[in-house]
């Protein structure tokens, strides 16, 4: 399982802190990865990191602006959100893919967090 928080309203320019605590079978993941949804728009992939290496990929709209770290001991994934602009208003989601496969790494992962409403105002 997948716990998703920390999301909230915050002006442009404001920061947020999201936090993925995983549980179960998710301990064993490969990767934890955040996505997100804005409204009318398909979901899409924002960053995701390695339990392993942390290795870390995000997408470029939020390069530079957002970091995902990990705290293994607690199996906790974070995503740091600074600078925020209101295009990044959405549902954010956790998500844990398992092993490596194609279309690593904005496609196949394997279980899914409850969203988290993130709504930047201008």
């Known amino acids: 399982q997948l716990q998703a928080s920390g999301g909230g309203l915050v002006q442009a320019g404001g920061s947020l802190r999201l936090s993925c605590a995983a549980s179960g079978r998710t301990f064993s993941s490969y990767g934890m990865g955040w996505f997100r949804q804005a409204p009318g728009k398909e979901r899409e992939f924002v960053a995701v990191?390695?339990?392993?290496?942390?290795?870390?990929y995000y997408t470029d709209a939020v390069k530079g602006r957002f970091t995902i770290s990990k705290d293994n001991g607690n199996n906790t994934a974070f995503l740091q959100m600074n600078s925020l602009k209101p295009e990044d208003t959405g549902v954010y989601y956790c998500?844990?893919?398992?092993?490596?496969?194609?279309?690593?790494?904005?496609?196949?992962?394997?279980?899914w967090g409850q969203g988290t409403q993130v709504t930047v105002s201008s």
């Open positions: 998500a844990a893919v398992l092993t490596r496969r194609r279309g690593w790494p904005k496609d196949g992962y394997d279980y």
């Open positions: 990191i390695t339990w392993s290496f942390g290795r870390t």
